[in-house]
């Protein structure tokens, strides 16, 4: 494993404020990511914008317009994250489908390669850039495009469960779970359109919890606690 793909949820990102960014959370992440980039891991990753904008919840903006305003959320997180990891001393850079005037650069396979190969830490931001398909999917598209060898979810619930833990204490954990079921019990791991892409080009997932110490470190170097999903 050496070339890894990284899901961050902006939620967690926010810390306890539920909403915005949380300085503190955001730069132990910093430090996690310094630390398996010194080791050579060639690390990409992905933001999602809920700390910002959820815009299935209204119903009055078009859908089209709304997943426009979320791709944006995700460019915001990932230009103000990318400042904190280059404020630890590491070299980043911003990718987007479509242009974003100076603030990032066209996605290209072969230039996101090429940025991994200078040491760089690649944010992937803007989703898939097209409305109905969210970070999840954009998540799994970039990870199958760069070869990534795994997508590390790191999510506010510290692995895959068969019910909301939150709501249900005797929800049970899983440590492993194939992708096969994860579509055929709908357990959310990510959205359905992204589960059947992982599972059609064999791309596997672990979650875990990003509030657990050094968990994103742990996670890559075998201490694990959260789940596996296979393929």
Partial sequence: MRRILLKLSGEALAGEKKTGFDEPTVKKTAVQV?????????????IGGGNFWRGRTSENIDRTKADQIGMLATIMNCIYVSEVFRSEGMQTAILTPFACGSFTELF???????YFKEGRVVFFAGGTGHPYFST??????????????????????????DDDPRSNPNA???????????????LQVVDMTASILARDNRMPMWVFGLNEENSIVN???GQFHGTKVTV
């Fill in 219 to 221: 996670t890559v170097k």
């Fill in 34 to 46: 310094k630390e398996l980039a010194k080791s050579g891991y060639e690390i990409g990753i992905v």
């Fill in 136 to 161: 999840d999917t954009g998540v799994v598209l970039r990870a199958i495009e760069v070869e990534a060898d795994v997508i590390l979810l790191a999510k506010a619930v510290d692995g895959v469960y």
């Fill in 108 to 114: 290209s396979k072969d230039l996101a390669v090429s």
């Fill in 172 to 186: 049970k954990k899983y440590d492993s779970v194939t992708i096969e079921e994860v579509i055929a019990k709908n």
